[in-house]
Antibody, heavy 112, light 112 residues
Framework: EIQLQESGPGLVKPSQSLSLTCSVT?????????WSWIRKFPGNKMEWMGY???????NYNPSLKSRISITRDTSKNQFFLQLNSVTTEDTATYYC?????WGQGVMVTVSS | DVVMTQTPVSLPVSLGGQASISCRSS???????????LHWYLQKPGQSPQLLIY???NRFSGVPDRFSGSGSGTDFTLKISRVEPEDLGDYYC?????????FGGGTKLELK
């Protein structure tokens, strides 16, 4: 069974970078699927942020412009989210997911 | 971006009754490969979203046949028959035909 688990700080200061890790078990991230980061804002709006494919290519939501980077460590079967220059509007619950399987999510608050 | 208009926002139902949720897209979700990448998710309270239906009408593994999806082009429907307590929560549609992938605004299924 594929399982995903997010980890990272729950509090980030404005203008700093948000960094999250997704650890995958039960499946090798180089075998298939697109590995996404998705966030849910207070008020329940959902936003797909981007993915890294099993081959290592990336695709990002243009709304995040040049602030986002998704990378991976295949030796650890992990992939990562970095979101730069965060503001309070980046406060959300962040999920790593394939379309079929999701992590349990990590709540990130941007506040000074 | 493709705008996904999901209705209703709130849907009161009786246990054992039927529910229907609509998702309309601002442009056709038929991919150039002929597939339609419209999916339905349920997020129960305190849990991460779970895939119910993928590519319009395919039930994901373990999803009861009380859930059915239909539609084409820009107009899609999720139907839930014989509603059970575990069906309550927030439902979302997601299109992954066009980048960026976009979600509907959500429908809260609650008891009447």
């Amino acid at each position: 069974e594929i399982q995903l688990q997010e980890s990272g700080p729950g509090l980030v200061k404005p203008s700093q970078s948000l960094s999250l890790t997704c650890s995958v078990t039960g499946y090798t991230i180089t075998s298939g699927y697109d590995w996404s980061w998705i966030r849910k804002f207070p008020g329940n709006k959902m936003e797909w942020m981007g993915y890294i494919s099993y081959s290592g290519s990336t695709n990002y939501n243009p709304s995040l412009k040049s602030r986002i980077s998704i990378t991976r460590d295949t030796s650890k079967n992990q992939f990562f989210l970095q979101l730069n220059s965060v503001t309070t509007e980046d406060t959300a619950t962040y999920y790593c997911a394939t379309l079929s399987y999701w992590g349990q999510g990590v709540m990130v608050t941007v506040s000074s | 971006d493709v705008v996904m208009t999901q209705t209703p926002v709130s849907l009161p139902v009786s246990l054992g009754g039927q529910a229907s949720i609509s998702c309309r897209s601002s442009q056709s979700l038929v991919h150039s490969n002929g597939n339609t990448y419209l999916h339905w998710y349920l997020q129960k309270p305190g849990q991460s979203p779970q895939l119910l239906i993928y590519r319009v009408s395919n039930r994901f593994s373990g999803v009861p046949d009380r859930f059915s999806g239909s539609g084409s082009g820009t107009d899609f429907t999720l139907k839930i028959s014989r509603v059970e307590p575990e069906d309550l929560g927030d439902y979302y549609c997601l299109q992954s035909t066009h980048f960026p992938w976009t979600f509907g605004g959500g429908t809260k299924l609650e008891l009447k």
